[in-house]
């Protein structure tokens, strides 16, 4: 794996200044010599924006109103340059090393098309002990077959298409069933890859009434599969 070969690290982010400039460090310590950090700001009304600013020529901050997740990782899709693409939530850390260990699984024969790492979730150290008692951290790593553990090739990105905006929380779950469908080679290394800070205002947490994406996700993902076995029967 070349190391002349540009990534572009996109972040979505809203209302994230507290726990972003630690995600972008923690990205930027990888030290890979063609990394650009595209951070988006989903609509913010806190220094968002001001923060990520702070790191200078290697992040670009883009700005929309407030659409969600995958219509802000869209956006930085479409400005991305990068040979290959990787993602980091506002408020998550990556792990040191990170990258060396996907590109190796990328020498494997034969070639994955996506490389997936597990994720440690930790309770944010902000985080009062009364909050950490309504919610699950489970302490040994976990796979991480979500979106910000991901490493891959943009042209393989591509193939699959961007996200689906409608969505507010099966952007990734959708993408992922399409991925599936083409098919891609998938691999899941045995390293930490990600750290998943929760800190009770997680997406997932304060979108609890948004549930009904994976259904239908579940039901778009029947339909093409329905349609393409009546293509093949005809």
Not at 151 to 156: D, E, F, G, W
Not at 211 to 217: K, L, P, Q
Request: hydrophobic share 45%.
């Amino acid at each position: 794996m070349s190391g002349a070969e540009s990534l572009s690290v996109i972040i979505p982010a809203y209302n994230a200044a507290r726990y972003l400039g630690e995600a972008i460090a923690s990205v930027l310590a990888e030290n890979y010599p063609a990394l650009h950090v595209i951070i988006v700001n989903d609509g913010s009304t806190d220094d968002t924006a001001q923060v990520a600013a702070r790191f200078g020529a290697r992040v670009t901050v883009l700005s929309q109103p407030n659409r969600g997740v995958g219509a802000a990782m869209n956006l930085g899709l479409d400005a991305a340059q990068g040979e290959w693409l990787a993602f980091c939530a506002a408020d998550d850390v990556w792990e040191p090393g990170r990258l060396a260990k996907q590109f190796a699984a990328f020498r494997q024969q034969p070639a994955p098309d996506i490389v997936f790492g597990h994720v440690q979730n930790f309770f944010s150290p902000d985080m009062p002990a009364a909050d950490r008692a309504r919610y699950v951290c489970p302490p040994k790593p976990l796979p991480g077959l979500m979106v910000t553990a991901m490493l891959l090739r943009r042209a393989t990105f591509e193939r699959v298409g961007h996200f689906r905006a409608e969505y507010t929380m099966g952007e990734f779950l959708d993408w992922y069933a399409r991925a599936q469908e083409l098919p891609l080679r998938i691999a899941l290394i045995p390293d930490v890859v990600l750290r998943r800070r929760i800190h009770g205002k997680n997406l997932s947490i304060r979108a609890q009434t948004e549930r009904g994406d994976f259904a239908r996700v579940l039901k778009a993902a029947m339909d093409r599969r329905r349609q393409t076995q009546q293509q093949a029967t005809k």
